[in-house]
Nanobody, 127 residues
Framework: QLQLVESGGGLVQPGGSLRLSCAAS????????VGWFRQAPGKEREGVSC????????YYADSVKGRFTISRDNAKNTVYLQMNSLKPEDTAVYYC????????????????????WGQGTQVTVSS
């Protein structure tokens, strides 16, 4: 069974850090681009970051550049999202998603193009 499972969410104070994990089972992430998306209450889902299957090219939303870092560990079949300097506006449910191939600048943030999705993990940034 093909599955993505996110973990690492929680409650953190503004300025704090969290590391989200996206673990795959039933398939190898080596040939997949993996994206992180988030959805806050009353807002549309937005692309946060993506790592390509080719050369580990990375993409970031402007709102998280310089604060978030995406990486992958193929040996563990896992993709990570390190989130630093968190702000209250980062509060959302975070989802990881996988798509075969190499996402590009033009479409990495288009969630409808991804093949597999995790169930999401809640991130709350509040004092």
């Amino acid at each position: 069974q093909l599955q993505l499972v996110e973990s690492g969410g929680g409650l953190v104070q503004p300025g704090g850090s969290l590391r989200l994990s996206c673990a795959a089972s039933g398939f190898s992430l080596d040939d997949y681009g993996v994206g992180w998306f988030r959805q806050a209450p009353g807002k549309e889902r937005e692309g946060v970051s993506c790592i390509s299957s080719i050369d580990d090219v990375t993409y970031y939303a402007d709102s998280v550049k310089g604060r978030f870092t995406i990486s992958r560990d193929n040996a563990k079949n896992t993709v990570y999202l390190q989130m630093n300097s968190l702000k209250p506006e980062d509060t959302a449910v975070y989802y990881c998603a996988a798509v075969i191939g190499a996402p590009s600048t033009s479409w990495w943030a288009v969630g409808g193009l991804y093949d597999y999705w995790g169930q999401g993990t809640q991130v709350t940034v509040s004092s």
